[in-house]
């Protein structure tokens, strides 16, 4: 198979194009168009469908499905009744730095809204995951991420009460939560994780400010000290369309 001189190592491989040839109508329109943004700023908005169905000389249906999956990729995004350019991807490292740091490292003001702090025994499911007594307070803290003011995901922490029995006074929602355990002489040792892609609900949704349909990357963690103690189970929901991840690996 010949490689294109000029196709990027990290792009489908002859441009998703199948050897026989023949690509669905609405795939060569998103080509075009993907080839378009390119030359176009943040912000800069889109032709309407109409125009962009009359220059392409295909359907309107043709040229919304192409869009539509600019969207869900991250390329486009929905402004008021039209479309302009989304700016890139949020790169999130998977470590144990914290979502701020992260945020921070690419130029961008973190952010959070506190939906729920919740204080209830723990039960029995999340006991025997995280490693706690069944019945013991538990701590949960939702909050909605932010990135610049744009909501881009919503996380869920548990956290046993024991290991700050002061969270409701003491913690600012909006500050990062590691950044707190750390003031109080607590240090994260390890963590498990599990990524997955999920579509969201309707109320995480609601609180995202996404469509039911786009889809999600779920982060599950549980994290423990430095002595190996059980510290805090988390699960985060990332907008697909708005962030990816990295790590490094060593053999």
């Known amino acids: 198979m010949d490689y294109p001189n000029d196709q990027a ?16 109508k609405y795939y060569a329109v998103k080509a075009r168009l993907d ?12 032709p309407t469908e109409r125009d962009l169905s009359e220059e392409y000389e295909v359907a309107r249906e043709t040229v919304r499905q192409a869009i539509r999956e600019l969207v869900l990729e991250g390329k486009l995004r929905r402004q008021g009744r039209g479309t302009v350019v989304a700016g890139p991807k949020l790169e999130q490292p998977l470590s144990l730095a914290s979502y701020t740091e992260g945020v921070r490292r690419q130029g961008r003001t973190p952010g959070r809204t506190l939906v729920t702090l919740d204080r209830f025994p723990c039960p029995a499911a999340l006991a025997a995951e995280a490693g706690l007594e069944r019945g013991e307070p538990v701590w949960h803290l939702e909050r909605v991420l932010l990135a610049d003011d744009e909501r881009v995901g919503l996380e869920s922490t548990y ?13 600012d929602p909006d500050s990062s939560f590691y950044a707190f355990l750390h003031r109080h002489g ?5 963590a498990d994780e599990r990524i997955e892609t999920v579509l969201a609900t309707p109320r995480e949704a609601l609180l995202i400010g996404t469509p039911p349909a786009l889809p999600m990357l779920l982060i599950h963690r549980i994290s423990r000290d430095t002595e190996g103690r059980p510290l805090e189970r988390v699960r ?10 990295s790590t490094h690996l060593r053999g």
Do not use: N
Not at 35 to 46: Q, R, S, T
Not at 159 to 171: E, I, M, N, Q, T
Not at 186 to 190: L, P, Q
């Open 9 to 24: 190592p990290g792009a489908p491989v002859r441009q998703g194009i199948p050897e026989h040839g023949r690509i669905p």
């Open 35 to 46: 080839h378009v943004i390119g030359a176009l700023d943040e912000g800069d908005p889109l």
């Open 159 to 171: 956290v046993a009460v024991a290991r700050v029995p002061r969270l409701d006074v003491d913690f």
């Open 186 to 190: 607590i240090a994260f040792g390890d």
């Open 236 to 245: 985060t929901l990332y907008r697909g369309d708005r962030f990816s991840f």
